[in-house]
């Protein structure tokens, strides 16, 4: 079984810095795109992030210049670092990895089970 666990969340000033950390555990072969999303109460699942196997990133618009996203291989490991966050940032952070479990398997999408981030103003 693959797990995805989240961890780094809490509260943090506007203007401030947080780093999320997500570590893929369990069977894994091969690990493809991971990303970051997000939800704010009474809104839906957004995209914050996404990362390839080798390195390529993409954002939304909302974060851009803000956060980074990056990943390392050996530990199975995605990261999202937050500068300047503002309240609006305030959401259950979600991070997902695109997982071949073994060499025989097809690849899945496997979610993680969410950190609270809190900006205050």
């Known amino acids: 079984q693959v797990q995805l666990v989240e961890s780094g969340g809490g509260l943090v000033q506007a203007g401030g810095s947080l780093r999320l950390s997500c570590a893929v555990s369990?069977?894994?072969?091969?690990?493809?795109?991971m990303a970051w999303y997000r939800q704010a109460p009474g809104k839906q699942r957004e995209l914050v992030a996404t990362?390839?196997?080798?390195?390529?990133?993409n954002y939304a618009d909302a974060v851009k210049g803000r956060f980074t996203i990056s990943r390392d291989n050996a530990k199975n490991t995605v990261y999202l670092e937050m500068n300047s966050p503002k309240p609006e940032d305030t959401a259950v952070y979600y991070c997902?990895?695109?997982?071949?479990?073994?060499?025989?398997?097809?690849?899945?999408?496997?979610w993680g089970q969410g950190t609270q981030v809190t900006v205050s103003s």
């Open positions: 990362i390839t196997s080798g390195g390529k990133t």
């Open positions: 997902n990895a695109v997982v071949q479990p073994t060499i025989v398997r097809i690849t899945t999408l496997y």
């Open positions: 369990g069977r894994i072969f091969s690990i493809n795109d």
